[in-house]
């Protein structure tokens, strides 16, 4: 009999510790995208600027009705973001317009795809030492030989320099695709501007040493240069207004079904269009205009 009661006795204990055991088990502890059980934690990773501040405000507190959680990583510059939503350190990221996403992708072998374009805050023409508050009474004012910096990466290099096409200071050489224009790519320089290319982050810093320069608006925000006091200011193109981020394995997954449908909210809209936000004069996409209607 005691035999028996100390068999019966065993088979509970380890009953109970398989049981244990079983709701002890951990749950992934990697970024999931709240795809697996009850995990729904989010990893979202931005450059410097106001685009962490857009995603906190205007999506961040819809998600967290639907049961989201967050982590917020911001890197310093253009490349790690895509490498770190590459590498499964991030589950979406938002910081880079398509035609960034596509050529970056393209040349590091990446998986990366769009989900949805957001307001974006465009490049500016700044300068500390020059008092123009319009193209005419720029190039009024600028003399020989004065630097202006721009981004040096190709896609924002390349906007750089139709923006200064366009407003006359350079020409771009006929039949190439200005698109993919670089400083070689400069037919006249009737003002005989140096144009020196530089990592997009440090554009702010050489205000205060160079005449002019080229700055993207999440930098100028970020350094606290007001968009408004751009000389001239980039009309965007809808393949240069930022947007949210994803590995393209995960486009089907409900965490990027949510974050579409957030983003397509009025809630949304509400937070861009609240003028204690600065991205209510951000440029909106076309979508946008639409949905809204709205400029």
Same mark, same amino acid.
């Given at each position: 009999?005691?035999?028996?009661?100390? *068999?019966?006795?065993?088979?509970?204990?380890?009953?109970?510790?398989?049981?244990?055991?079983?709701?002890?088990?951990?749950?992934?502890?990697?970024?999931?995208?709240?795809?697996?059980?009850?995990?729904?934690?989010?990893?979202?990773?931005?450059?410097?600027?106001?685009?962490?501040?857009?995603?906190?405000? *205007?999506?961040?507190?819809?998600?967290?009705?639907?049961?989201?959680?967050?982590?917020?990583?911001?890197?310093?510059?253009?490349?790690?973001?895509?490498?770190?939503?590459?590498?499964?350190?991030?589950?979406?990221?938002?910081?880079?317009?398509?035609?960034?996403?596509?050529?970056?992708?393209?040349?590091?072998?990446?998986?990366?795809?769009?989900?949805?374009?957001?307001?974006? *805050?465009?490049?500016?023409?700044?300068?500390?030492?020059?008092?123009?508050?319009?193209?005419?009474?720029?190039?009024?004012?600028?003399?020989?030989g004065d630097e202006i910096t721009l981004a040096n990466d190709p896609t924002n290099l390349a906007r750089a320099l139709r923006l200064?096409?366009?407003?006359?200071?350079?020409?771009?050489?006929?039949?190439?695709?200005?698109?993919?224009?670089?400083?070689?790519?400069?037919?006249?320089?009737?003002?005989?501007?140096?144009?020196?290319?530089?990592?997009?982050?440090?554009?702010?810093?050489?205000?205060?040493?160079?005449?002019?320069?080229?700055?993207?608006?999440?930098?100028?925000?970020? *350094?606290?240069?007001?968009?408004?006091?751009?000389?001239?200011?980039?009309?965007?193109?809808?393949?240069?207004?930022?947007?949210?981020?994803?590995?393209?394995?995960?486009?089907?997954?409900p965490f990027v079904k949510d974050l579409k449908e957030v983003v397509e909210s009025e809630a949304?809209?509400?937070?861009?269009?609240?003028?204690?936000?600065?991205?209510?004069?951000?440029?909106?996409?076309?979508?946008?205009?639409?949905?809204?209607?709205?400029?």
């Open positions: 009999m005691k035999k028996v009661l100390k *068999a019966a006795a065993l088979f509970l204990a380890v009953s109970v510790m398989g049981a244990t055991l079983a709701g002890c088990s951990s749950t992934p502890s990697s970024s999931q995208g709240g795809t697996t059980g009850q995990n729904k934690k989010l990893v979202v990773g931005f450059a410097p600027g106001p685009y962490s501040d857009m995603f906190k405000k *205007a999506i961040q507190p819809a998600l967290e009705q639907k049961g989201y959680t967050f982590e917020y990583k911001e890197f310093s510059d253009y490349v790690q973001p895509n490498l770190a939503l590459n590498n499964k350190e991030l589950d979406a990221n938002l910081f880079q317009h398509k035609a960034y996403l596509e050529k970056f992708s393209a040349d590091k072998g990446l998986k990366l795809s769009p989900v949805i374009n957001v307001p974006t *805050a465009g490049l500016g023409i700044y300068s500390h030492k020059l008092q123009a508050t319009n193209g005419d009474e720029l190039k009024a004012a600028i003399k020989p200064l096409d366009k407003n006359g200071l350079i020409t771009i050489k006929e039949g190439i695709d200005a698109t993919k224009a670089s400083e070689k790519d400069i037919d006249k320089n009737p003002y005989s501007l140096k144009v020196v290319p530089m990592e997009a982050a440090q554009l702010p810093r050489t205000l205060d040493s160079v005449t002019l320069s080229v700055i993207n608006g999440n930098y100028a925000i970020s *350094a606290g240069i007001p968009l408004s006091s751009a000389i001239i200011k980039e009309e965007l193109i809808e393949d240069h207004k930022n947007l949210v981020a994803v590995r393209t394995e995960d486009l089907d997954k949304f809209k509400n937070a861009i269009e609240d003028p204690k936000n600065v991205f209510k004069d951000f440029q909106k996409p076309q979508w946008y205009k639409d949905k809204w209607n709205v400029k």
